[in-house]
């Protein structure tokens, strides 16, 4: 039931791109991303509603593709800050407010 | 603003004892309450939710319970705690009936059971 999430970690270079999945085997109402620092609580990055939908937050930004019941979080020119552990997160089904994540990813930036 | 206050930070705890962590929101109501717990590394793992004051959703038939004697007041609780209950425990709360948004997390209590 739990979302899917690839890579499992992913180690980059300031500066480079990263693409993190997420896949449900279950039908996707929204997806929400977040990013953990270690030792911290997950940080909301942004909410995907409607299928095909893509935000952006900073150089990061989403897309959701409610067909193919997945979200992927797009990383471009990644910083130093951006290390950490993302998880996406779903509601199982709308108006149940049971709210599960995804298994997480882990990402280092490197100078 | 809301915010959610959870304590406390760290707990050290022996086999056998009980346990009861306690999260509280402001500036919300009826607010959707939530326990997670993330093993070292891993995800979190939903353990409790709730949508309002008594109505408590179990996902982990373990030793554990919640309860949410006022509307936005959570306890997570343990009459006698295992080894494998170690890990950071996260609340978080969500906007309530009707509203689709993220969930804001506490900064979580990190458990060791020794």
């Known amino acids: 039931q739990q979302p899917v999430q690839s890579p499992q970690a992913v180690i980059l270079r300031e500066g480079e791109d990263a693409v993190i999945n997420c896949s449900s085997s279950?039908?996707?109402?929204?997806v929400h991303w977040y990013r953990q620092k270690h030792g911290e609580a997950p940080v909301f990055l942004m909410i995907?509603?409607?299928?095909?939908e893509q935000k952006g937050h900073e150089k990061i930004s989403a897309s959701f593709n409610e067909k193919k019941q997945q979200s992927s979080l797009y990383l471009t020119a990644s910083q130093l800050s951006y290390s950490g552990t993302y998880f996406c997160g779903t509601e199982i089904h709308p108006g149940t407010y049971k709210y599960i994540f995804g298994t997480g990813t882990r990402l280092k930036v490197l100078a | 603003s809301q915010t959610i206050h959870q304590w406390p930070a760290t707990l050290v705890q022996p086999v056998g004892s009980p346990l009861s962590l306690e999260c509280t929101v402001e500036g919300t109501s009826n607010p959707n309450l939530y326990w997670y717990r993330q093993a070292a590394g891993r995800g979190l793992q939903l353990l409790f939710y709730?949508?309002?004051?008594?109505?408590i959703s179990s996902e982990v038939p373990q030793n554990l319970s919640a309860s949410r004697p006022q509307d936005r007041q959570f306890i997570l609780s343990s009459k006698k705690l295992l080894l494998s209950d170690s890990g950071f425990y996260l609340c978080?709360?969500?906007?309530?009936?009707?509203?689709?948004?993220?969930?804001?997390f506490g900064q979580g209590t990190r458990l060791t059971v020794v």
């Open positions: 978080a709360w969500s906007a309530p009936r009707g509203k689709n948004t993220e969930a804001f």
């Open positions: 279950k039908a996707l109402y929204s």
């Open positions: 709730s949508v309002g004051i008594g109505q």
């Open positions: 995907l509603l409607k299928g095909g």
